[in-house]
């Protein structure tokens, strides 16, 4: 259970891989999930982590939830109607959750094909690079089911109300250059290319002042669902809390001193 996700972290970026390559790291039962959970707050957690790479071992990102499990009605599918919609909360949704909740920036490295739920964790993450190979579809209603991970609510954040609506009503697979265009993926890469193109992009972000770094990312995400005036609250008792870091002096003396900034955290 303990290899379904592997965690490993390099300097201030952790990468976490979604290791079930025999089945396309398909989304596993409740210890599995309950595992992801607990890497991806650890990593929340840790000062010492600044941004996160999320993606997939073998051919695939991730390829979604276990259709065999459907059909034979086991696992989180089994049971009435009351049973399912706890199960849906107790495993996909709490996983989404944990994902969208982490503080630091992530980075979906998509390796291959993101299907249903494995498309919706990619878009959790900020960012998306694509490896050329890489394919992305929300296939539910070909399956009879709603998108039940949230997607109905983040994929139109993403790719917009139209596109999110063709896709989600064709379960049609797009390729990573129609996802570059359409904005779910920030840009397309070599496959072999990948996660070291994830690496630099994510050491970048990295180099930053981490707590400044935090609350920048708490401002994006806040912006989804608050007011402006809100957002301009925030933005300025968030303002006077990094005025008074020793990061803040830091920034500003290798700004003049044209050299890079090394950040504490403090």
Not at 190 to 198: K, Q, R, S, T, V
Request: net charge neutral; with cysteine.
């Amino acid at each position: 259970m303990s290899d379904a996700v592997l965690y490993a972290q390099d300097g201030h970026v952790v990468t976490l891989t979604m290791n079930r390559p025999d089945v396309r790291n398909a989304i596993g039962g409740i210890d599995e999930i309950d595992h992801f959970v607990a890497l991806l707050n650890k990593a929340s957690a840790d000062r010492s982590v600044r941004a996160v790479i999320l993606t997939g071992a073998g051919s695939a990102f991730a390829a979604g939830g276990n259709v065999k499990a459907m059909r034979e009605k086991t696992g989180m599918f089994g049971g009435g109607a009351a049973a399912i919609r706890e199960n849906y909360r107790r495993t996909v949704q709490h996983l989404a959750k944990a994902l969208w909740s982490v503080e630091v920036p992530t980075i979906a490295a998509v390796n291959g094909a993101a299907v249903g739920q494995g498309c919706d964790l990619a878009c959790l993450c900020d960012m998306r690079l694509a490896g050329r190979s890489a394919k992305f579809s929300v296939p539910f209603l070909k399956l009879g089911i709603i998108p039940g991970d949230g997607g109905a609510w983040l994929f139109p954040r993403v790719v917009g109300r139209s596109r999110a609506a063709e896709m989600f009503y064709t379960g049609d697979m797009i390729d990573a250059e129609t996802a570059a265009q359409w904005g779910l993926a920030s840009r397309v890469v070599e496959d072999a290319a990948l996660m070291d193109e994830a690496m630099a992009l994510a050491r970048r972000i990295a180099s930053n002042p981490p707590d400044v770094l935090r609350m920048t990312k708490r401002l994006l995400r806040d912006s989804e669902g608050a007011s402006f005036e809100t957002i301009m609250d925030l933005s300025s008792a968030m303002q006077s809390l990094c005025h008074q870091t020793e990061d803040h002096v830091e920034a500003i003396d290798a700004f003049f001193e044209k050299r890079p900034g090394d950040y504490k955290g403090r």
